[in-house]
């Protein structure tokens, strides 16, 4: 097996790489003065089982060529399979077409990945679990919730926890996470009854006296998480605590987030956090590395990989 990385998560990259005892392949990803990307692997990898780790995060497009190049690079050099470890697939909000006219990127992105080479795809809570479909490749779609679940019987054993999704597309999601923690489901119905008029917040499900766990996969903004926070406040919630999965948090969401009155944010490192989120005082990071170098030895071994998640 060879481990190959993007320039996206490096820290992420090495974790898994020391997860697998296998250290990274000589490979070495720069720019031209004009900007593009070249990449040169290094190192034989003819008939290798290939991994290459690379999230497709901001700068989306200069880490998703990157991750094409990288496929082209290493099917041009013989390898046996490369599988795309995309912990953080990028575009995927762009499952549907919103209105006439406009793409569909996720697919897109996809038909990209596949025709660059990739053998094989494994990324992590999807937005749309229909994105696996997208490639015609075999693909794997992990799930952070027991990483999550594992850290919420540790910090939150001892409260009146109740689950719940900030809004009604992540029911699904929530409920999955309610289920393994054997608690309450409740959902925020967040609605614009007119046009120009500012959305309504509604609770669904009794809060009041529960410490509630919002449960998302993607933070970006921070605006649906904040909103959501209040409204379950202003209902009688104890506190509320989040967990997400991708912390994509961009423009002031990391402001927005130390601001509210969440008690803290969760998200996991399939993004690499910034020193802003490092320092944020309520957002806490956990490593998704045993994970996903669990699945990449059950992939290499021809293992099964749903099993982690019964
Ligand atoms: C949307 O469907 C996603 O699941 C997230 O709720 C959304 O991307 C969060 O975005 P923001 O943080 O900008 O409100």
């Known amino acids: 097996m060879k481990l190959v990385a993007g320039n996206s998560n490096r820290p992420l990259a090495e974790a898994i790489a020391t997860y697998l005892d296998t250290p990274l392949a000589r490979c070495v990803v720069r720019r031209f003065a004009d900007k593009e990307i070249f990449v040169e692997v290094q190192e034989n990898v003819r008939g290798e089982d290939v991994f290459i780790i690379q999230s497709t995060s901001a700068p989306a497009n200069d880490h998703l060529m990157e991750l094409l190049i990288l496929c082209d690079a290493l099917k041009r050099a013989s390898a046996r399979r490369i599988t795309a470890v995309i912990p953080y697939f990028g575009y995927a909000r762009q499952d549907r077409k919103p209105g006439p006219r406009t793409p569909i990127s996720a697919k897109l992105v996809a038909n990209m990945i596949v025709r660059a080479g990739a053998d094989r795809v494994l990324t992590l809570d999807l937005h749309a679990g229909q994105i696996q479909g997208f490639f015609d490749i075999p693909t794997d779609n992990l799930f952070a919730a027991p990483v999550m679940v594992s850290d919420i019987t540790e910090v939150m054993a001892e409260d009146n926890v109740m689950v719940v999704s900030p809004d009604v597309g992540g029911v699904v999601r929530a409920r999955g996470l309610a289920k393994r923690i054997d608690a309450p489901l409740a959902i925020v119905d967040k609605r614009r009854e007119r046009p120009g008029e500012s959305e309504v917040m509604n609770v669904i499900g009794d809060v009041s006296g529960h410490s509630c766990i919002l449960v998302d996969d993607i933070v970006d903004s921070g605006g649906t998480l904040v909103n959501a926070a209040e409204a379950l406040l202003k209902q009688g919630a104890k506190q509320v605590t989040a967990y997400i999965t991708h912390g994509v948090l961009s423009g002031g969401a990391i402001a927005r987030v130390m601001a509210s009155q969440l008690k803290e944010l969760v998200i996991t490192d399939s993004i690499m956090p910034s020193d802003a989120v490092v320092n944020a005082?309520?957002?806490?990071?956990?490593?998704?590395?045993?994970?996903?170098?669990?699945?990449?030895?059950?992939?290499?071994?021809?293992?099964?990989?749903?099993?982690?998640?019964?």
């Open 281 to 310: 005082h309520n957002i806490r990071v956990l490593s998704i590395a045993p994970l996903l170098g669990e699945a990449i030895a059950r992939t290499a071994e021809e293992k099964s990989v749903s099993s982690l998640f019964y």
